[in-house]
T-cell receptor
Framework: TQLLEQSPQFLSIQEGENLTVYCNSS?????LQWYRQEPGEGPVLLVT?????EVKKLKRLTFQFGDARKDSSLHITAAQPGDTGLYLC????????????FGQGTELSVKP | GAVVSQHPSWVICKSGTSVKIECRSL??????MFWYRQFPKQSLMLMAT?????????EQGVEKDKFLINHASLTLSTLTVTSAHPEDSSFYIC??????????????FGPGTRLLVL
């Protein structure tokens, strides 16, 4: 069974601080996707990384896929209250018809 | 981006009744849709993979007779919770895969359906 360990599970910081969320596995994934979810809504795709070592930036968010495609990180610079939400990483499973394995999620709270 | 809708957005039902939840891809066709369940403050748990024109593939521990899935067209999948009980109360979310042939396909999620069984 493939697992994706996401940490930390809870994070409460002040506006302006930086933070990093990690997703780690012993398995290799075909892709790694990051989603953000607000209470009572479905997850919204932030980014998909496919190539080992790939780095993508989305404004203040930086996503990295590990060289071996087993881990990924999300770094937020100068966090804002609007960044508050549940962040989920999800790994694409090879030859499983597009199935995703989700991490446990990181509940981020950014206080003004 | 691709839009996925769900209906209803929330439902309250009595124990023992059945509830049907619809998942639609609005601006694309999806041969594969997925159904997830999410408890408060937790991540998504995959329940089953819904394939158009064939039987759904259920994850281990998910009762297929309890959670009936029908993917009758390329834009609609339904999840029916049969003989619902309070422990079935949860947030149910569907997703649909989209992408051109030869490209990486991405899952886009619906807004979710909140089910409360009394």
């Amino acid at each position: 069974t493939q697992l994706l360990e996401q940490s930390p599970q809870f994070l409460s910081i002040q506006e302006g601080e930086n933070l990093t969320v990690y997703c780690n596995s012993s398995s290799v994934f075909s892709s790694l996707q990051w989603y953000r979810q607000e209470p009572g809504e479905g997850p919204v795709l932030l980014v998909t990384v496919v190539t080992g070592g790939e780095v993508k930036k989305l404004k203040r968010l930086t996503f990295q896929f590990g060289d071996a495609r087993k881990d990924s990180s999300l770094h937020i610079t100068a966090a804002q209250p609007g960044d508050t939400g549940l962040y989920l990483c999800a790994g694409g499973v090879y030859n499983q018809g597009g199935k995703l394995i989700f991490g446990q999620g990181t509940e981020l709270s950014v206080k003004p | 981006g691709a839009v996925v809708s769900q209906h209803p957005s929330w439902v309250i039902c009595k124990s023992g009744t059945s509830v049907k939840i619809e998942c639609r891809s609005l601006d694309f066709q999806a041969t594969t849709m997925f159904w997830y369940r999410q408890f408060p403050k937790q991540s998504l748990m995959l329940m089953a993979t819904s394939n158009e024109g064939s039987k759904a593939t259920y994850e281990q521990g998910v009762e297929k007779d309890k959670f009936l899935i029908n993917h009758a067209s390329l834009t609609l999948s339904t999840l029916t919770v049969t003989s619902a009980h309070p422990e079935d109360s949860s947030f149910y979310i569907c997703s649909a895969r989209v992408g051109l042939a030869g490209e990486l396909k991405t899952q886009y999620f619906g807004p979710g359906t909140r089910l409360l069984v009394l």
